[in-house]
């Protein structure tokens, strides 16, 4: 698995598939609605916001309200569902990570409706289909949108060198244009400097060709779908590299080690270019950055709502615009590699710098054209549980040679079952 400072790519669906649950709110007290108190709470986690901003804002309100604010640690997705079913000490405003969005959307009761607060007459400022992943199907809009993961492929250039392969971002992104051609490479790669991997491990790359899709693993008709040619094709595509013999098959924390020494490239989103830079500080200036092979997908990114209990809807919605308006998006990822879902954004002056550890690299002309070709694609309540199997079994082909045909099957077998528990068809 990936180590990130949001932990995204495989824990948020191994956590979902042990719990075998979405999320369910009970009842509570609590309208919400019809106040306007002057005392308001904020609740988010470590890295969801950019602290700097939050602390301007608190000032910028304080004539109107008082926000207090709460970095809430652990299982913050636990601590909200819990906290909403009790209906008691329910934050006014809260953050909901992208991938438990849609397990939120079932219950969408529990949270005001921002359009009718404004949020539809500057929703245009932000991505159509990152607003959308937030939306009910009757229109109601759960979510502000915060951030995205736009992805990358991030490389080596001093490797490329090495192997006598183009090292300019234009160029290898035409080199590496489809799957097929970025696993050539890699064996190049590895032929010409021995002991150097292409891929970290094979399920990072089958969950990035799942989101290059517009279909995932149940259809908007509850069915599931994980079956299907386009799911089975990501498959394939991840098991190249493990054929090839360019997966370095690492599942655990070996990961740090590796990134400033075997491996020659990283698929990830925007975010993961600080994990690079911590974990490498060595390799400062010999990465650079060029688009994803097969097309851009989307990883992460969250979200801002306003729970029914909300004790000045008016008031906190001005104070959510404000902190993710498209100015304080781009400080934000200055602050903390918070990449915005506001497209205004890019263009601004905190986006568009060199960036010293890319080789001077301006990053945001590669993520800025993926964030805005990023497919949309339906995301059932369960998706995230139902995934799971699949980076279970692809791990399982790593780590103790199981036959993919074999793997394949169970996938298929153990997501039909998280799917009928569900209440898929």
């Known amino acids: ?124 400022q932000y991505l159509d289909w990152k607003t959308k992943l937030a939306q009910t199907e009757d229109g109601k809009q759960i979510g502000f949108p915060i951030d995205i993961g736009p992805t990358a492929l991030f490389y080596r250039a001093d490797m490329f060198a090495k192997a006598g392969l183009p090292t300019d971002p234009a160029k290898v992104a035409a080199e590496a244009r489809t799957w097929e051609n970025y696993f050539a490479l890699g064996a190049e790669l590895k032929k010409a400097v021995p002991g150097t991997h292409l891929v970290n491990n094979i399920s990072s790359v089958f969950n990035i060709a799942v989101g290059q899709g517009t279909e995932r693993f149940i259809d908007k008709d509850n069915h599931f779908i994980g079956d299907q040619d386009h799911i089975r094709a990501a498959w394939s595509t991840a098991l190249r590299p493990y054929t090839l013999g360019i997966d370095a098959k690492i599942n655990d924390n070996t990961w740090n080690a590796a990134i400033g020494k075997s491996l020659s490239t990283e698929l990830g989103a925007a975010w993961h270019a600080l994990d690079i830079e911590q974990a490498a500080p060595d390799t400062k200036g010999k990465w650079r950055v ?51 879902a506001a497209p205004a954004a890019y263009s601004m002056p905190a986006m568009t710098q060199p960036d010293p550890f890319f080789g001077g690299q301006k990053v945001i002309e590669v993520f800025g054209p993926a964030a805005k070709a990023i497919p949309s694609n339906y995301e059932a309540p369960a998706d995230a549980a139902v995934m799971a199997p699949y980076f279970t079994e692809l791990s399982s082909i790593e780590a103790k040679g199981k036959k993919p045909e074999d793997a394949w099957n169970d996938a298929v077998s153990q997501a039909k079952q998280i799917a009928r528990r569900q209440g898929v068809n």
């Open 1 to 124: 698995m990936d180590l990130s400072r949001r932990g995204f790519l495989q824990a948020a669906a191994l956590t979902a598939a042990a719990s075998g649950l979405t999320v369910a709110c009970g009842g509570g007290s609590g309208s919400g609605g019809t106040k306007n108190g002057k005392n308001l709470t904020l609740w988010y986690w470590g890295g969801a916001l950019s602290d700097k901003v939050v602390a301007e804002a608190r000032t910028h309100f304080s004539s109107q309200v008082k926000l207090t604010v709460a970095s809430i640690g652990g299982d913050f997705k636990q601590k909200l569902t819990t906290t909403l079913a009790a209906g008691s000490s329910v934050p006014d405003i809260t953050g909901i990570k992208g991938e438990d969005m849609a397990s939120f959307l079932p219950n969408a009761g529990r949270f005001l409706d921002l359009n009718d607060l404004g949020f539809k007459k500057i929703s245009s």
């Open 290 to 340: 060029c688009a994803t092979p097969g097309g851009p997908a989307n990883q992460g990114g969250s979200y801002l709502a306003l729970p029914k209990q909300c004790r000045n809807p008016e008031e906190a919605f001005k104070i959510i615009s404000w902190i993710l308006s498209p100015a304080n998006d781009a400080r934000g990822f200055t602050d903390a590699a918070i990449f915005p």
